[in-house]
């Protein structure tokens, strides 16, 4: 019964590149959560999705980001002309349903370095 | 700007010590609550959850919740050396907030020999 899974676990693009985040949720489990966990800090929300909705994004930077979540496959955190400023780990997170009772079970991560 | 604040440490405790840690929070409507255990490089792992007010112990952990005073608080019983992480408070807004968390900045834990 494999947990939520995340890939690349390590990522390394230049200035400018884009970077593709994945994450397959547990089985069975429609809710994702995208976190991102900047050095020596906190994780801060960036956006929550169903299969093919987007439910809140307020966390998410206007510009360059974007992630979908579709019918089939993982979800997908994209971030465009990734800038130095971009290097954290960024986590995701799934659940069966939405609920207050809920504390997420988080992926491995993926540690994106910008250089 | 619905807030979790804890204090950043480190918090340095002898082993076999009690670890206390303290979280508050902002939002009011806030439901469930709780404590997420993060080694260095490695993802959170959660570790107590609480929803009333009052104790809830398990194992060597103790999570204590006020709602009145938006406090929240962990207790780590007979600290070890590999209690050594930083601990997150993490608060679900609820259905208002989207059931998304949202976490403190953790608190550094160094448990010494």
């Known amino acids: 019964n494999a947990g939520v899974m995340q890939n690349p676990r390590h990522l390394v693009r230049r200035r400018g590149q884009e970077a593709r985040l994945r994450c397959s949720p547990m089985?069975?489990?429609?809710?994702v959560y995208w976190y991102r966990q900047l050095p020596e800090e906190g994780l801060k929300f960036m956006v929550y999705?169903?299969?093919?909705?987007?439910?809140?994004e307020s966390g998410m930077p206007k510009e360059r980001f974007s992630a979908e979540f579709p019918k089939e496959g993982p979800s997908i955190l994209r971030i465009q002309q990734v800038v130095r400023g971009d290097s954290a780990a960024y986590f995701c997170?799934?659940?069966?349903?939405?609920?207050?009772?809920?504390?997420?079970?988080f992926g491995s991560g993926t540690r994106l370095t910008v250089v | 700007q619905k807030e979790v604040e804890q204090n950043s440490g480190p918090l340095s405790v002898p082993e076999g010590a009690i670890a206390s840690l303290n979280c508050t929070y902002s939002?009011?409507?806030?439901?469930?609550f709780f404590w997420y255990r993060q080694y260095s490089g490695k993802s959170p792992e959660l570790i107590m959850s609480?929803?009333?007010?009052g104790d809830k112990e398990d194992g060597r952990f103790t999570a204590q919740l006020n709602k009145a005073s938006q406090y929240v608080s962990l207790l780590i019983r007979d600290s070890q050396p590999s209690d050594s992480a930083t601990y997150l408070c993490?608060?679900?807004?609820?259905?208002?907030?989207?059931?998304?968390?949202?976490f403190g900045g953790g608190t550094r834990v160094l448990v010494k020999p």
């Open positions: 993490a608060v679900n807004g609820g259905k208002a907030a989207g059931n998304k968390l949202t």
């Open positions: 997170a799934s659940h069966e349903a939405a609920g207050a009772g809920y504390g997420y079970t």
């Open positions: 939002d009011r409507g806030s439901q469930s």
């Open positions: 999705l169903q299969k093919e909705n987007i439910i809140d």
């Open positions: 609480i929803y009333s007010n």
């Open positions: 089985k069975g489990h429609s809710h």
